[in-house]
């Protein structure tokens, strides 16, 4: 909801938070209104959820300006609020300055759009206003199924994890006339995780100009929410938005209409690449298309074994040798669940004997015997009857239940999900796999040193770049590559691959020394000295702006700690 800066006592913070509710700070309100407006006197214009009024008061002094009778203006300009202490201070404020306005205490998601037979409010000509940012586990209830009926009314259906702002704003634009304005403060999430898609699909779709705003600094005093202002308008669809970037809510007098940069929009998934500087942006396209491929040039990434419930069909050792299960016979060998023990740039024989003898799960239920004849299958499999292992969905869909679907064994494994950054590690050990992480099988085509070069060479700030690029964000700031995303990972192409694993192999045990010791840095530093600098000879400038643009993607994924 829109805060007046000056009108604090609206209740306590950890209250106004449960709302949604954070202050706006006047230079934004005053920026996206004016806009809004567009020197129309007789706009019709509504904010709908309008809190103490500080969108409203600057929407009535600037039609007051035009018009010269800023008493007459209140009928032009609308505020909705569900919050009625809200509205009445809204009222204060207006009255205080001379200015009036239609105030309705309501649920926005609860009101009809022009286009309804019956309908509460007009068409308007411009919608302004911060909609309240509250995440799914708050927005629950009868509330969240108002909002996501409301977004379904005009064609948009948003997933459960939806915060709240996605619907408002999209129910929002169901009171737009056929060439009215939508000026938003929107969180920042808008360009980045996945519930948003359905939103930044219904931009491209229905509106003629799309342009967003952002700043290299909170706005906002008493939240840590990154913003981006929206401003959009007319109909007909885009292909491309304009983007500014500022300092701070100071500079927004500062832009000019032509100042902004066009951005070609892919046609569907996350917009990360919009939180790059226009150089940073550039520069990645650039290096990546002249120097790098996709990781799907090298082999396709596939989905580990999904047994339906692991700690049963994986096993350690000495439960093997307890049901006298044999390798071949019964089971066959794993890198463990998880992905902690993937160190090094190598699974070896040695690191799986090890964690054998440290009773890790090793093994992997996948019998090539008959239950019928072979006793100790038997065994086993009355153990797992009897903790109801059968009924478990992935094991009732399946015939026999106790035979997983596959027993993949790639040549490298792909850590999907992680803080720091996704890897490549080479499977020198021979294992199979399960689903806590991705395989990467080389292709025929994929040259002989693929298998020992790419676990280091991706260890570049373009790859990383990319990860964050084209990765998933999730709650504690986890990032998640699922096979499709690993694909697109951009890593160095044949022809720079061997040129750089040239210079890093006599390095290998080394380098992977320290990989294992968690001195990952100390490699990645390595990697872009030998990639980055002496094989691809990219200027110390160049070098210094795509490491800082992956390092500051991964500091705002790890600092917000959103959930898609």
Not at 337 to 357: I, N, Q
Not at 456 to 461: K, R
Not at 476 to 494: D, F, H, T, W, Y
């Amino acid at each position: 909801m829109s805060r007046l800066t000056l009108a604090q006592p609206n209740g306590q913070p950890e209250a106004r938070k449960a709302r949604g509710a954070f202050f706006t700070p006047p230079a934004i309100a005053s920026f996206l209104a004016r806009w809004a407006i567009a020197g129309r006197p007789t706009a019709k214009v509504l904010d709908p959820t309008c809190g103490d009024g500080a969108f409203l008061v600057c929407v009535a002094e600037m039609l007051g300006e035009l018009t010269g009778d800023p008493v007459r203006v209140g009928s032009q300009v609308f505020g909705v609020d569900v919050h009625s202490g809200s509205l009445t201070r809204a009222t204060q404020e207006l009255r205080s300055r001379g200015l009036d306005a239609e105030l309705l205490e309501a649920d926005f998601f609860g009101l009809r759009p022009p286009t309804e037979q019956v309908a509460e409010l007009p068409g308007m000509d411009a919608i302004v206003g911060n909609p309240p940012f509250i995440r799914y586990q708050r927005h629950a209830g009868e509330a969240r199924r108002l909002s996501r009926e409301a977004a379904l009314r005009q064609g948009v259906r948003l997933s459960g994890l939806a915060s709240s702002w996605a619907a408002l704003l999209i129910h929002a634009g169901g009171f737009l006339n056929a060439d009215g304005r939508l000026a938003m403060v929107l969180p920042a999430e808008l360009l980045t995780v996945g519930y948003a898609e359905p939103v930044r699909q219904w931009l491209r779709r229905c509106f003629a100009a799309v342009k967003l705003v952002m700043f290299d600094r909170l706005q906002f005093d008493d939240a840590l929410e990154e913003v981006v202002l929206l401003l959009a308008h007319g109909s007909g669809g885009c292909d491309a938005f304009s983007l500014y970037y500022v300092s701070d809510a100071a500079d927004l007098l500062n832009i000019q209409p032509f100042d902004g940069f066009a951005v070609t929009l892919a046609p569907e998934g996350k917009w990360t690449d919009m939180l790059l500087s226009v150089r940073q942006r550039q520069l990645f396209k650039h290096v990546t298309a002249e120097h790098f491929t996709s990781l799907s040039t090298y082999g396709a990434p596939t989905l580990g074994t999904v047994t339906g419930a692991n700690d049963y069909f994986t096993l350690g050792e000495s439960t093997r040798l307890g049901f006298g299960l044999r390798e071949g016979d019964h089971v066959v060998r794993i890198s463990p669940p998880g992905t902690r023990h993937l160190r090094g740039a190598a699974f070896t024989s040695a690191d799986w004997a090890e964690l054998r003898a440290m009773d890790q799960q090793v093994w992997m239920l996948y019998p090539a015997a008959d239950p019928i004849t072979d006793e100790a299958l038997a065994a086993y499999l009355r153990v797992g009857e009897q903790a109801g292992i059968p009924d478990a969905y992935k094991c009732q869909i399946r015939s026999p239940w106790w035979k997983p679907p596959s027993a993949t064994v790639p040549d490298l494994f792909f850590t999907y999900m992680s803080h720091r950054h996704p890897r490549l590690i080479a499977n020198r050990a021979n294992a199979a796999f399960v689903n806590s992480m991705h395989g990467l099988s080389l292709s025929p085509s994929a040259p002989r040193h693929a298998k020992d070069a790419l676990p280091l060479l991706t260890l570049n700030s373009v790859t990383f770049l990319g990860a964050e690029l084209y990765g998933r964000a999730y709650g504690g700031g986890i990032l998640k590559m699922e096979p499709r995303e690993a694909a697109s990972l951009p890593v160095p192409n044949a022809d720079v691959l061997q040129r750089a694993w040239a210079i890093l192999k006599p390095e290998r045990d080394r380098l992977d020394t320290q990989l294992r010791n968690g001195l990952w840095t100390n490699v990645v530093a390595r990697v872009d000295e030998v990639l980055l600098r002496d094989v691809l000879q990219l200027p110390s400038e160049t070098r210094l702006e795509l490491q800082e643009a992956a390092r500051s993607l991964r500091a705002r994924r790890m600092g917000r700690g959103i959930r898609e």
